[in-house]
């Protein structure tokens, strides 16, 4: 998490809440719960991750949150801003929201 300066522990903590109402999460953590999911997947501190990589849940404005993360650091462009969201982050269709 140290590539962006480490996402703000506010940001976490609400990361941490979608975990428990967002469906998209839900889902994955019932898989996850059932040896579903491939070994990258694992539950730590009440944050879903792939690898080491935290999930973000479709929920709210979380995903934009952590593109403005991303983006804050450099304002360098789509590749770079994509780099630097995938040092920290999983988001399915990162590329796509951060095009966006």
Do not use: N
Not at 28 to 55: K, Q
Not at 87 to 98: E, G, N
């Amino acid at each position: 998490m140290a590539a962006l300066s480490g996402p703000s522990f506010a940001f976490l903590d609400v990361s941490r809440s979608a975990t428990t109402c967002a469906p998209d999460m839900q889902q994955l953590r019932r898989s996850l719960l059932d040896d579903a999911l491939a070994t990258l997947w694992r539950e730590d501190g009440g944050l879903l991750l792939h690898g080491r990589h935290i999930f973000i849940p479709d929920a709210g404005d979380l995903r934009h949150q952590a593109l403005q993360l991303a983006h804050a650091v450099g304002h360098e462009g789509v590749q770079k801003t994509l780099h630097r969201l995938r040092d920290d982050f999983y988001i399915p269709s990162d590329r796509a929201l951060v095009q966006d």
